[in-house]
């Protein structure tokens, strides 16, 4: 979901993706042990160090699926009378599935 928004929105691409990159700039090995130090060695800390890790490729892999719908066929379906959502569902996400699948 964050990033079909990071994908639709201008704004989100100018707050969010930042922090996204800027997050994988630290390291996972870091980040654990305060993790672990602050929220035991329960299951939250595992699923949150777990999180931290699958957020960033799955949310870039959603971004470059939707990006890859090429200029001709988005302008092909507004020319034909496609909305926003017509243009979302029957064609970028289609065209994203192979993307996000691998993620």
């Known amino acids: 979901m964050l990033g079909v928004l990071v994908s639709f ?26 993790l672990i130090i602050w929220f035991g060695t329960g299951l939250e800390a595992k699923v949150l160090i777990a999180f931290q890790i699958a957020l960033f490729s799955i949310t870039l892999s959603t971004m470059v699926g939707l990006d890859a719908a090429g ?33």
């Open 9 to 34: 929105s201008t704004i989100a691409r100018q707050t969010v993706y930042p922090l996204l990159v800027s997050s994988q700039m630290i390291p996972k090995v870091a980040i654990a042990p305060v």
């Open 71 to 103: 200029r001709d066929s988005m302008k092909l379906f507004h020319s034909m009378g496609a909305g926003p959502l017509d243009t979302c569902f029957k064609l970028r996400l289609p065209t994203a599935l192979p993307n996000i699948s691998r993620a």
